[in-house]
């Protein structure tokens, strides 16, 4: 079973957001709410903490982007990038502490044939993980860097659609 053409550009933020920064991704969608929320070509989802249940959200989509707090063993507040293989699929590498759920979609995808074609993780190395509602300061001062990256990645993704 291979994946059909699906111009569609799905950003999925990914966290649990009652442990601060590991909410990032859930966080993140907010401001691009702001930008993408009426645009037809681009499906904002809140995966939170869903595990295999977004296998459907992966599968769906030739363009993926995923937002997530990533334990890169970086600085608080640090901007991650990864794309295509550089993402881990398997259970050996943990980047945060519900990410291992959402690697094994990412594997079930690959194994299904259903791999999206275009895959960017764009995140952020926790401060905290503390248990509490919302980023930390460090954290929030970033988010709109990361929010410029996520544009800029869409932007791309959208010209290639063209």
Known sequence: MTNTICNKITILGIGNTLYTDEGLGVYALSPLEELYGSDDQVELVYGATDGMSLLGVVEDT???????????????????????????????????IHQLGFQEVLLAAKLRERYPKHVMMIGMQPTSLELGVGLTTTNQSQLPALVQLVEKQINKWKNEII
């Open 62 to 96: 030739d363009y993926l982007m995923v937002l997530d707090a990533i334990n890169a063993g970086k600085e608080g507040g640090h901007i991650i990038q990864l794309q295509g293989e550089e993402i881990p699929t398997y259970y050996g590498v943990k980047m945060s």
